[in-house]
């Protein structure tokens, strides 16, 4: 399958920092890519959808504001949690597609513990 | 509203088969996932069906009924390598997953 990379893997900041993600589609152009939260032992959980040059669409009580995201080119979309919180900790994954039949292939999620 | 219903856990042995049963009610339904996620690691794809009836992939199989909004994985000769979290994920009309609770799979030696 495609590969889809993540960085950091783990990141530990002060409350009241930002953070940001990237994530890369290392062997296909992701015309799509979905960031996902997920809370231990829990589903995970969609936050956006970025299309590539168009602005992300969020879904319903995600912050826009909190979780800005960019889908600058085909192979990179970045996440940067702002102000970061506590209760942001959490685990971020991506994901990407290049053609809405076509399958999402998932990054390996980053960790965020926010002190 | 979407959800989607599948056991929170599952134990079984080695080399034994088991179903994991997932049961949705979305808004618009393309196809039905699986996905297998190891503790702390990335989703990682195992089945889709679109249409009505069984897919075959190795070890894994899935199977779907659009009509009974019903569809299952099944894994035989288990492995303890199996060991993970399995979720069904319906694919709608947007190309949007939505992920279930997950079940968990213990397997024994």
């Known amino acids: 399958g495609a590969v889809v990379s993540q960085h950091p893997s783990r990141v530990i900041c002060k409350s009241g920092t930002s953070v940001k993600i990237e994530c890369r589609s290392l062997?296909?152009?992701?015309?799509?890519m979905f960031w996902y939260r997920q809370f231990p032992k829990k589903s995970l959980m969609l936050m956006a959808t970025s299309n590539e040059g168009s602005k992300a669409t969020y879904e319903q009580g995600v912050e826009k504001d909190k979780f800005l995201i960019n889908h600058a080119s085909l192979t990179l979309s970045t996440l940067t949690v702002t102000s970061a919180h506590p209760e942001d900790s959490s685990f971020y994954i991506c994901?990407?597609?290049?053609?809405?039949?076509?399958?999402?292939?998932f990054g390996p999620g980053t960790r965020l513990t926010v002190l | 509203g979407q959800s989607l219903e599948q056991p929170s856990e599952v134990t079984a042995v080695e080399g034994a088969i088991v179903q994991i049963n997932c049961t949705y009610q979305t808004s618009g339904f393309y196809g039905l996932s699986w996905y297998q996620q190891h503790d702390g690691g990335a989703p990682t794809f195992l089945s889709y069906?679109?249409?009505?009836g069984l897919e075959e992939t190795g070890r894994f199989s899935s199977f779907l009924s659009r009509s009974d909004s019903y569809g299952y994985l099944l894994l035989q000769e288990l492995q303890m390598k199996d060991s993970a979290s399995y979720f069904c994920?319906?694919?709608?009309?947007?190309?949007?997953?939505?992920f279930g609770q997950g079940t968990e799979l213990s397997v024994k030696p």
């Open positions: 062997d296909f152009q992701a015309t799509t």
């Open positions: 069906n679109a249409l009505d």
């Open positions: 994901s990407g597609r290049d053609h809405p039949d076509n399958e999402q292939f």
């Open positions: 994920a319906v694919r709608d009309w947007g190309g949007k997953l939505i």
